[in-house]
């Protein structure tokens, strides 16, 4: 089949989002009166909660602008509304605006776009939430984001204090997260902000009333030229009556995963638990990283063991470094510094032995997803020469970062046109972005040549123009892969977790939630703690070391390690032949029990012990997933390391009055029966001799 360079077919996030399911939620929680109140407001232009300034004029809300075009409809489970407004001769406002009947979640994004001949007045200070929110005892609740915060837990009372977070290095959750439970009254608003740029969010409180005031794009401040557009942050909000955080969490866990979560594939399927597995630790050869080591020679003899021992992962895992870099030379070791031609190297690779190998791990029953970085390039002269690249779309800080601009549509399309080929050519089912850089210090130099060739403002536009390529690129992706039968989601990764912001994950899911995660079980543990409560589906390392790149241990991974590793991806880390001394017996066991409980995994999440960070594992760290439905659940209990403490009582908040429960021990094969009203209350006493040492308990009706 011929690939053409450009790829037409769209899929809207609207339409990745549509909820399969046929049940409603019966969630005690739900506000859904004050969700219709909130999108009643974003659908009128004097009360949508934004302010900008525009040609100098302040504007609180659009209750002063002419209304151009208004579009309202409504489904069995939402209601959407897109109102047009004129700001000036030049310039419009575009309000999109979306409510879930079911939960109650209003989303809105504003669009600002020339459609004259000139260029347009300065705007600025856009703010995409400016909004109130009543109730006594307010308080801002969450966790940071990865890299040095590495998902740390905050719980801030806004009486005492005032909350502000911002990100500026250009990937969104790396220090900050962008999602907040702020509380007020009896009850509270889970909040989210999608854009994969910088932003800042800053709470402040003063008696009843909480001001929210956030944007993306910091620092914006910008003329728009004749057909040009810029957007603010999509703004998600998710009301909820009652304070317990635990309620506000599963409500939001249930609803991201019912109609944020994008699907597998054309046909609209869910995305299940599955398994994934690179061959790159077991090729033999030296590794710097990624898959920069594997060759046509050494992945039939990985991919035949895995058959052989019936551990078939439903992904191949297949990592940087397979590519040539801008001259056309293959790449022994350095797999950063030589992105940016996606043509396969065929030294590593020669004629069509990469998707043959492919192919083969398809007849095997698995999936390949393979690594990509878009947004970033070097070696730029060399790309002009060899690929087609053009300078201008390469911005650099001067310090060894040079961004792709896929703000700029003709880098985009050859940007886009460079990935399907190779998937195409390839056989590749999924695709994986990376970035390994911080735009943010790049595109301030892109505005800045915009501003010294026209002589107006232009600060924040090659950002706004970039996520929005961000967005495009990642849509026009899923259709191709949707047109094809492939995946219809991305794996999303920059540095790890970089991009993990609400809109970002409408089109992807995290394979791996941090690179900083491929260390120590202690700080698995305490980031599933607070990252679990806000993205239920994604994935970890299943390793322990004390480096992010340290060689596997031989011989595999302990269960206690394997358990604290369960989440709804699994990644496989496994020296599948160059290990003599690994047990395939207890590889396929542990492999086998996280496949029973995986259904679990994506259910309402409770924490039962206190939080641990990484430098405390003196204590137990004990989980629970519990699916409302069915009433089963999965108790993961964890004495960590240093615990000098043989036993542990946790009360199950979940369990049912008048019930009577038979718990299964994974461990002894031993079943007990228990009433809820004893687990609600006494609770349950685990005993466990030696320290890091773990428990898995299966619970159902009777």
């Known amino acids: 089949m011929k690939l053409t360079a450009k790829i037409n077919i769209c899929i809207t996030a609207a339409l990745v989002i549509a909820a399969l399911s046929a049940s409603a939620t019966t969630r005690s929680n739900l506000a859904l009166h004050r969700g219709e109140q909130l999108f009643n407001a974003v659908c009128k232009a004097q009360s949508i909660p934004v302010s900008f300034i525009y040609g100098g004029k302040k504007y609180k809300g659009l209750g002063s602008l002419r209304s151009y075009a208004v579009n309202k409809a409504e489904t069995a489970d939402r209601k959407q509304a897109t109102m047009v407004y004129t700001l000036d001769n030049n310039t419009r406002v575009r309000v999109e605006a979306v409510l879930c009947k079911e939960y109650g979640q209003v989303e809105y994004t504003l669009w600002f776009e020339n459609v004259g001949t000139q260029p347009s007045a300065v705007l600025e200070q856009v703010e995409s939430a400016d909004i109130i929110f009543t109730g006594v005892n307010p308080e801002v609740r969450g966790c940071l984001g990865d890299h040095d915060n590495q998902y740390a837990p905050y719980n801030k009372d806004l009486l005492k204090e005032a909350a502000s977070f911002r990100s500026d290095g250009g990937r969104a959750t790396h220090g900050c997260f962008p999602y907040f439970d702020l509380v007020h009254g009896n009850g509270g608003t889970l909040i989210a902000l999608g854009w994969a740029g910088t932003w800042q969010a800053d709470f402040s409180a003063k008696g009843n009333a909480v001001h929210l005031v956030a944007h993306n794009n910091n620092g914006f401040r910008s003329v728009l030229m004749p057909g040009e557009k810029v957007r603010t942050a999509m703004v998600v909000m998710l009301p909820y009556t009652g304070r317990n955080a635990d309620d506000a969490t599963n409500l939001w866990r249930e609803w991201f995963q019912k109609y944020n979560v994008p699907r597998a594939d054309i046909h609209g399927n869910n995305i299940k638990p599955f398994v994934t597995a690179p061959f790159s630790a077991d090729t033999g050869l030296p590794n710097s990283d990624g898959s920069i080591s594997e060759r046509f020679y050494t992945w039939r003899r990985t991919l035949d063991r895995i058959v052989y021992e019936r551990l078939n992962p439903d992904f191949r895992w297949f990592d940087a470094g397979w590519y040539f870099d801008p001259e056309g030379r293959t790449v022994p070791t350095n797999w950063w510094g030589t992105v940016g031609s996606w043509e396969v190297d065929s030294v590593k690779w020669p004629g069509h032995s990469l998707r043959e190998s492919n192919e083969a791990c398809h007849a095997a029953g698995m999936k390949v997803l393979t690594w990509f970085e878009p947004e970033r390039v070097t070696m730029v002269d060399a790309l002009v020469r060899n690929y087609g690249y053009k300078p201008e779309w ?29 998937m195409e050519e390839n056989a590749v089912d999924c695709f994986r972005e990376d970035n390994n850089s911080d735009p943010g210090t790049t595109w301030p130099m892109m505005d800045a040549r915009e501003s010294e060739q026209i002589h107006l403002p ?15 690129l990642w849509d026009s992706i899923i259709a191709y892969c949707a047109s094809r039968d492939k995946c219809t989601y991305i794996d999303n990764c920059a540095s790890g977790g970089g991009r993990n912001d609400i809109e970002s994950l409408r089109r992807s899911i995290p394979f791996m939630r941090s690179d900083a995660d491929r260390t120590t079980t202690a700080l698995r543990l305490a980031m599933s703690s607070t990252f679990n ?41 496994i020296n599948f032949t160059h290990d003599e001394t690994l047990d395939y017996n207890q590889v396929r066991t542990d492999l086998d029990e996280w496949r029973r409980y995986s259904h679990l995994l994506t259910k309402d999440f409770y ?27 999965l108790l993961q209990v964890f004495r960590q390391e240093k615990s000098d403490t043989a036993t542990y009582t946790v009360r199950l908040p979940y369990a049912k009055t008048g019930v ?12 007990a029966s228990i009433q809820g009203d004893t687990l609600l209350t006494e609770g349950l006493i685990f005993t466990l001799d030696e320290p890091k040492s773990s428990a898995i308990i299966h619970i159902t009706r009777k």
Not at 408 to 419: A, F, G, K, M, V
Not at 610 to 632: C, L, N, V
């Open 394 to 422: 390469a911005i650099s800080n001067v310090h060894g970062v040079i961004t792709n601009n896929i703000g700029n549509p003709e880098c985009l399309q050859w940007t886009l046109h460079r990935i399907t080929k190779m």
């Open 458 to 472: 232009r600060t924040g536009i090659t950002e706004n123009k970039a996520i929005q390529g961000h967005y495009a």
């Open 533 to 573: 409560k806000w993205i239920p589906f994604h994935g970890s390392a299943t390793k322990e070391s004390v480096g992010e790149l340290d060689p596997l241990v031989r011989g595999g991974n302990p269960i206690y390690v394997t358990r604290v590793s369960w989440l709804p991806i699994h990644n496989l880390a």
């Open 607 to 633: 924490v039962l012990t206190p939080y641990h960070d990484q430098t405390d594992t003196s204590g137990w760290t004990i989980f629970a997933y519990h699916d409302r439905d069915t009433d089963e659940s």
């Open 660 to 671: 009577t429960y038979s718990l299964y021990n994974e461990d002894t094969k031993q079943t």
